[in-house]
T-cell receptor, first 115, second 111 residues
């Protein structure tokens, strides 16, 4: 079983809709979770991170974390064609109480927003 | 401000040759990470530096891979006796606190 699992998609949504991207993790020691966006041929770009149960909003993006269910999600409101990319979910264990340490990535979900 | 920079952007080498990949992190970022991304394996961790020391080298795939960081800044990833399976995009990231910020990567092709 992979440590971080994502539905590879592709996920296709119409412009203006809400895109919902999901991620599950197996390591209960994971404390922080990250969402990255990666355009084809480019490097990953950090969208947001979350480490507390509940929702965290940043503009059109909302990250949700449920540690009991070991589930993380990213909602993109008012999706635009420019949101079309691969979205990577990553987890990080709490390394000795610091905010550092390796990220473990899922395989990514391909999102296509069509006009 | 300036982001993470990596050089070269592309490298083509012959099997058996050594290669050096360079990473220049964001100024003030104390932590530096190396990952690689290939089609079959996704994005996988290689090594992490805090300052000049490497608390976690668990992702280095073999003893052909080594890395160092000097002056708490620039890092070099060296691959000796390259193999075709080393072909991938090598990504460097740096962080100060929570988020890790990636450079543009070095695309390595071993013929």
């Amino acid at each position: 079983q992979k440590e971080v699992e994502q539905n590879s998609g592709p996920l296709s949504v119409p412009e203006g809709a809400i895109a919902s991207l999901n991620c599950t993790y197996s390591d209960r020691g994971s404390q922080s979770f990250f969402w990255y966006r990666q355009y084809s041929g480019k490097s990953p770009e950090l969208i947001m991170f979350i480490y507390s149960n509940g929702d965290k909003e940043d503009g059109r993006f909302t990250a949700q974390l449920n540690k009991a269910s070991q589930y993380v999600s990213l909602l993109i409101r008012d999706s635009q064609p420019s949101d079309s990319a691969t979205y990577l979910c990553a987890s990080r264990a709490n390394a000795g109480g610091t905010s550092y340490g390796k990220l473990t990535f899922g395989q990514g979900t391909i999102l296509t927003v069509h006009p | 401000g300036a982001g993470v920079s990596q050089s070269p952007s592309n490298k083509v080498t012959e099997k058996g040759k050594d290669v050096e990949l360079r990473c220049d992190p964001i100024s003030g970022h104390t932590a530096l990470y190396w990952y690689r991304q290939s089609l079959g394996q996704g994005l996988e961790f290689l090594i992490y530096f805090q300052g000049n020391s490497a608390p976690d080298k668990s992702g280095l795939p073999s003893d052909r891979f080594s890395a160092e960081r000097t002056g708490g800044s620039v890092s070099t990833l060296t691959i000796q006796r390259t193999q075709q399976e080393d072909s991938a995009v090598y990504l460097c990231a740096s962080s100060f606190r929570q988020g890790q910020y990636f450079g543009p990567g070095t695309r390595l092709l071993v013929l």
